[in-house]
């Protein structure tokens, strides 16, 4: 019998397998050439997940304050101008009383020193008022009062005090209580009998017009005319004739509180001085006065500013005392 020949199926199954991977092979190279669609779990692996900004938030609108009731408002107002007044009210009645109380305090002054002030008309001269004081009794009522002054058909009459400083009588009468008008009060410098050459007197000048007020007025030539004198009453019931020479404004400074001269001729020149400071020439000559007066207040047209009215003693003829 002729031998069968086997079968190839493993052959068989060998080419099948190899076509079938050559099909593989070439299913594998044909797969290369399209693009490779990456799964979930290589996508998370290979490449980092870009997250999205968050949206910016809106800025919220600041709330509505809710306007104040109109009557409310009407009623605070009413009320802040209430205040005002009663505080301006207030101010007023202070400064008013505080004028008030001086001036009753300087008339019971008065009253007590028994002043007297009567004038006298001699042939040949100006009327001439005679000042007569009871000094006992105004030794009473302060022993630190040195002297009075008055100026004729002006506020200007009063007591002069001096203290061992110039600021104890800015804001005490002559009483020694308390009192915005303070005082009429002599440098502490100054001797009190008057016997220097220099006699440095000082006021405030108060808005009602008392104390020294009116030597703001000498600038103006009409007051200057009608007040040429001022008269100064010492301890000895001597009244002194004072000739006003010399009214000027300028800043507070030592100088102007000058008592001590070596001699008559610096005394001189100092009055020399005061003479081309003043606002106005009295045609006098006054160079030869052997004591000069000074009566000071403030002036406000600038900071520190001092009114200086300044005079020397002359006779019942008007001649200068040398």
């Not at 009407?74 to 301006?88: D, E, K, N, S």
């Not at 020399?272 to 000559?285: L, N, P, T, W, Y």
Request: proline residues 4%; contains cysteine; glycine residues 8%.
């Amino acid at each position: 019998m002729a031998d069968k020949k086997p079968k190839r199926s493993g052959a068989h199954s060998a080419g099948a397998h190899s076509k079938s991977a050559g099909g593989a092979a070439s299913g594998g190279a044909h797969s290369s050439k399209a693009p490779k669609q990456l799964t979930a779990g290589a996508h998370s692996a290979g490449t980092a997940l870009v997250k999205k900004p968050k949206a910016a938030k809106e800025p919220k609108e600041p709330k509505q304050k809710k306007p104040l009731p109109k009557g409310l408002i009407t009623r605070i107002v009413l009320i802040i101008c209430i205040v005002a007044a009663v505080a301006g009210i207030g101010g007023l009645a202070y400064y008013g009383w505080g004028y008030i109380s001086a001036r009753q305090t300087y008339s019971n002054i008065e009253k007590q020193a028994d002043v007297t002030i009567t004038m006298d008309v001699a042939e040949g001269t100006d009327e001439i008022p005679h000042i007569t004081i009871d000094w006992d009794a105004l030794r009473k009522v302060s022993p630190n009062i040195v002297g009075w002054i008055y100026i004729p058909d002006t506020k200007v009459s009063y007591p002069i005090v001096q203290a061992s400083d110039n600021d104890y009588y800015l804001y005490r009468d002559a009483n020694g209580k308390s009192s915005r008008s303070g005082a009429i009060y002599m440098d502490c410098d100054s001797k009190r009998d008057f016997s220097d050459l220099h006699s440095i007197i000082y006021g405030h000048s108060m808005q009602d017009g008392s104390m020294f007020r009116c030597l703001l007025k000498y600038p103006e030539g009409d007051f200057w005319d009608q007040h040429p004198y001022i008269y100064l009453v010492t301890p000895d019931n001597v009244t002194h004739r004072l000739l006003i020479f010399s009214a000027y404004t300028e800043r507070s400074s030592g100088e102007m509180r000058r008592t001590y001269f070596d001699n008559d001729n610096r005394l001189k020149d100092y009055i020399a001085r005061a003479q081309q400071k003043s606002c106005r020439d009295i045609g006098v000559d006054v160079s030869g006065a052997k004591h000069l007066y000074s009566f000071i207040t403030c002036d406000y047209q600038y900071t520190a500013a001092r009114m200086l009215v300044q005079a020397v003693e002359v006779d019942a003829q008007g001649n200068v005392i040398k």
